[in-house]
């Protein structure tokens, strides 16, 4: 005969409580909350890690509406594609720069890029996030196409972007362009 998940689950959470109580009477309360509180937090975090590594296998293992490869970080980009700095200048008010990065995808598939991380770094080497994080994009099959974001600074101060782990130097003709 099967037992109900609520029997089952309170036997579980009183033979907890139990060693609780057990355990507080032999090293000290203080130490058991101490013990509990790491414990359940570790917890908490290799779920939510599973959960996030679960949705990222199973994003990239089933194929989209559109057909569509996903890519979420550098070294999947480099499988099928690239990217580099296409344009960069400084907005009309002046403190703000504009940074358009082309992706290319050269495979046969539609590639989506998704949990995109990018930054701009200064010359002095200090890193300026996006005001607007970008999200995601889907670049054709065989095509370019472009992702533009600003960050707090003039565009002769910024030295590289960094797109994942990779770091894209800004050259001459991307600072001779406009976004």
Do not use: Q
């Not at 194929?63 to 009309?92: C, M, P, R």
């Not at 050269?106 to 200090?126: Q, Y």
């Not at 005001?131 to 101060?157: G, I, N, Q, R």
Request: with cysteine.
């Amino acid at each position: 005969m099967r037992r109900p998940f609520g029997t089952v689950a309170f036997g579980i959470v009183s033979f907890g409580l139990g060693c609780v109580v057990l355990s507080s009477l032999v090293v000290g309360c203080k130490d058991t909350a101490s013990t509990i509180t790491e414990k359940s937090i570790s917890v908490a975090k290799e779920t939510t890690k599973g959960i996030e590594d679960g949705v990222e296998k199973g994003r990239k293992s089933g194929e989209s509406l559109d057909g569509a490869t996903i890519v979420s970080n550098a070294a999947d980009l480099a499988a099928k594609g690239g990217v580099s700095v296409y344009a960069i200048s400084s907005e009309a008010n002046g403190s703000d720069a504009t940074i358009t990065l082309a992706f290319e995808n050269t495979s046969d598939k539609p590639m989506r890029i998704t949990k995109l991380e990018v930054m701009a770094l200064d010359n002095e080497g200090f890193v300026l996030k996006p005001h607007h994080a970008p999200s995601e994009l889907t670049v054709a099959a065989k095509a370019k196409d472009k992702l533009t974001f600003s960050v707090a600074s003039k565009s002769d101060k910024l030295a590289k972007v960094r797109c994942w782990d990779k770091e894209l130097e800004i050259g001459p003709e991307a600072r001779k362009r406009t976004p």
